[in-house]
C-alpha cells in the first residue's frame, strides 16, 4: 500500500456526467504527493475496507473531502466512508485521536449560483450554514479546519471557468504537499 502525505477523498456518484469534479480529481492525480481514493470506483457495493482507509489516513498530513454537493451535504457513499472509517476512540473519544492536527479540506461544487445560498433565495440561507456538520466533525475529530474551495453554479459553468478552477485547486494542493515533504510536519494551514 503506498501512502502519501496528502489524501484525497473523491466521491462522485455519476463521474461519467461530471465536468467539474472529474476534472478536480483529475487535477490532484496529476499532483506528486497527492493521492487520489475514487470511493465509487473503490467501493462501488458500499463495502468500505475501514482498516485500509484508516492506514492511508494514519499516513496523511492533510485530508481533503472532494465532491459535489448532493441535498444540501455528502454523497451518500463519502457519509458510508465517515461512517465506517471515522470509529469512535480511534478518530474522535477519549485519549489521542489518529487525526488530531491533520488539515481538513472541502472541495466542492454546487449546482446553484452563490445568489440561491442567501435569504429568500432558493436555498434560504447562507452557504456557510450548510458547512456546520463539516466543520464540527473536523473539530470533533481535533483536525484543522480550512476554508473550503468552492465551485458555486458548477453545473452551468464554462470549460474555462472549470479549467481555471482546477488549476487553483492544483495550485494549493501542489503548495500543501510542498509544506508537508519539506517539513515533515503537519502543515500550517498556508500554501
Ligand atoms: C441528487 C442531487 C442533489 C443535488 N443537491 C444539490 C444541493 O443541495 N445544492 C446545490 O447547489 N446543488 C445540488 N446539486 C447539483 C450538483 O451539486 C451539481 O450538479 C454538481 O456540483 C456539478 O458538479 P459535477 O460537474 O462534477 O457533477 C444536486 C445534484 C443532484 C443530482
Not at 101 to 126: E, I, N, Q
Not at 153 to 173: K, S, V
Request: negative net charge.
Amino acid at each position: 500500500m503506498t501512502t502519501a502525505p496528502i489524501l484525497v477523498i473523491y466521491a462522485h456518484p455519476a463521474p461519467q456526467r461530471s465536468p467539474a469534479n472529474r476534472r478536480l480529481a483529475a487535477a490532484a492525480r496529476a499532483t506528486p504527493g497527492v493521492q487520489v481514493q475514487d470511493l465509487y470506483e473503490l467501493y462501488p457495493d458500499f463495502d468500505i475496507d475501514g482498516e485500509r482507509e484508516r492506514a492511508l489516513l494514519s499516513a496523511a498530513h492533510l485530508v481533503v473531502f472532494l465532491h459535489p454537493f448532493r441535498w444540501y451535504g455528502m454523497p451518500s457513499l463519502m457519509k458510508e466512508w465517515m461512517e465506517q472509517v471515522l470509529q469512535p476512540g480511534w478518530a474522535y473519544g477519549k485519549g489521542e485521536c489518529a487525526l488530531r492536527g491533520k488539515g481538513y479540506w472541502l472541495v466542492t461544487t454546487t449546482g446553484s449560483g452563490p445568489d440561491a445560498y442567501r435569504p429568500g433565495g432558493l436555498h434560504g440561507r447562507p452557504f456557510a450554514d450548510f458547512l456546520a456538520p463539516f466543520e464540527q466533525t473536523a473539530a470533533l475529530c481535533g483536525m484543522d479546519w480550512i476554508e473550503p474551495l468552492v465551485l458555486h453554479g458548477a453545473a452551468r459553468a464554462d470549460e474555462a471557468t472549470i479549467e481555471a478552477h482546477a488549476a487553483e485547486f492544483r495550485r494549493r494542493l501542489a503548495g500543501y504537499a510542498g509544506l508537508a515533504l519539506a517539513a515533515s510536519t503537519p502543515y500550517t494551514g498556508e500554501a
